[in-house]
């Protein structure tokens, strides 16, 4: 699976603003808002109610928040970097900088459960980690999710 082609362009956030787990969810809903063309609070809703069931914190610094809305019609992506990492309960308890949220279709199954375990891999490899940390604009955030999505999987 490509996770560049899930990535949305208008959808990479670099410097994000929160000082909770609560905030950073508020500011992937507002970048899916803006670039999935979805209603703000219904996007939010979504992401609470998912992460109501269990944290989305995959540990190392990162966050794969995911939920299933109305208004789209395949699985898409929003990336969003945190200028200050937050608590997320993530399974290491570290705070959380890096947000790839996942937003599938409600009847969508197969290609979201698919897209979660790409983005997984992916985000598993430190050197991984270390270059979306370190990237400059949204297009390289991009381009590592295109050209990096195939990296093995690194212990961290």
Do not use: C
């Not at 208004?71 to 890096?98: C, E, K, N, Q």
């Amino acid at each position: 699976m490509d996770i560049g082609e899930l990535l949305v362009q208008d959808g990479i956030v670099l410097k994000g603003g929160a000082s909770s787990k609560r905030q950073a969810l508020h500011v992937v809903a507002t970048a899916a808002a803006e670039a999935l063309g979805l209603e703000e609070s219904r996007v939010f809703d979504a992401l609470l109610e998912r992460e109501s069931l269990g944290s989305t914190g995959l540990g190392s610094g990162v966050a794969v928040p995911h939920a299933r809305i109305d208004g789209i019609a395949s699985v898409r992506a929003v990336f969003v970097r945190l200028d200050t990492p937050v608590a997320y309960a993530s399974v290491d308890d570290r705070p959380v900088d890096l947000l790839f949220a996942l937003f599938a279709p409600p009847k969508d199954g197969a290609e979201h459960l698919r897209a979660l375990a790409a983005v997984s891999r992916a985000l598993r490899s430190s050197e991984m980690r270390e270059q979306l940390r370190q990237a400059r604009t949204p297009d390289s955030i991009h381009a590592l999710f295109v050209g990096g999505a195939n990296l093995p999987a690194t212990a961290a």
